[in-house]
T-cell receptor
Framework: NAGVTQTPKFQVLKTGQSMTLQCAQD?????MSWYRQDPGMGLRLIHY???????DQGEVPNGYNVSRSTTEDFPLRLLSAAPSQTSVYFC?????????????FGPGTRLTVT | AQKITQTQPGMFVQEKEAVTLDCTYD???????LFWYKQPSSGEMIFLIY??????QNATEGRYSLNFQKARKSANLVISASQLGDSAMYFC??????????????FGTGTRLTIIP
């Protein structure tokens, strides 16, 4: 199993550009999430999905879109990049069985918006 | 709304000593899960330990144990016999324990642990 994979690892965008951060998992997990990590602030939830076709907003959803057409993939779209979106982005997945715990995290994408 | 508080921005500990990383939480959910993650300088998030709010016993995983005090709303991580490889950022997190599981983590700001040889 590759686990949770994210591409790209690094990305530099200009203000106003759009892009999609890719996330895929091969563990047949129902639950997938996107977090951003800013210095001194821990990780914050952007969007999450409890299964194919179902998504919902997290704590900081503005400026981001998601969709979940398959169990495996959960892309994060930045519609019009802003310098405030400079951050490290983590995708995570879990099987969603109550009482078992643990989200599996991808290696992260470091995004810089100039 | 949930909140995680980690009051120790940084800690220095001598190798082979035990270390306790503090975590307090606040939530209105009746059931929840508590997590600790390690983030080394390479950046990946490594799951360490999990405690369900309904668990009667404290969770343990090798050298890691979670000192869960529900009445005090604390979930401290204890690392026994620290090693140089334990130097990293440590995050406490929690999630509401709905019907299906733990998909919405709220993280604290982290504690940077440095192990001194």
């Amino acid at each position: 199993n590759a686990g949770v994979t994210q591409t790209p690892k690094f990305q530099v965008l200009k203000t106003g550009q759009s892009m999609t951060l890719q996330c895929a998992q091969d563990m047949n997990h129902e639950y997938m999430s996107w977090y951003r990590q800013d210095p001194g602030m821990g990780l914050r939830l952007i969007h999450y999905s409890v299964g194919a076709g179902i998504t919902d907003q997290g704590e900081v959803p503005n400026g981001y879109n998601v969709s979940r057409s398959t169990t495996e993939d959960f892309p994060l779209r930045l519609l019009s990049a802003a310098p405030s979106q400079t951050s490290v982005y983590f995708c995570a997945s879990s099987h969603g069985l109550a009482g078992v715990g643990e989200q599996y995290f991808g290696p992260g994408t470091r995004l810089t918006v100039t | 709304a949930q909140k995680i508080t980690q009051t120790q921005p940084g800690m220095f500990v001598q190798e082979k000593e035990a270390v306790t990383l503090d975590c307090t939480y606040d939530t209105s959910d009746p059931s929840y899960g508590l997590f600790w993650y390690k983030q080394p300088s390479s950046g990946e998030m490594i799951f360490l330990i999990y405690q369900g709010s309904y668990d009667q016993q404290n969770a343990t995983e090798g050298r890691y144990s979670l000192n869960f005090q529900k009445a005090r709303k604390s979930a401290n991580l204890v690392i026994s016999a620290s090693q140089l490889g334990d130097s990293a950022m440590y995050f406490c997190a929690m999630s509401p324990f709905r019907d299906f599981g733990n998909e919405k983590l709220t993280f604290g700001t982290g504690t940077r642990l440095t192990i001194i040889p």
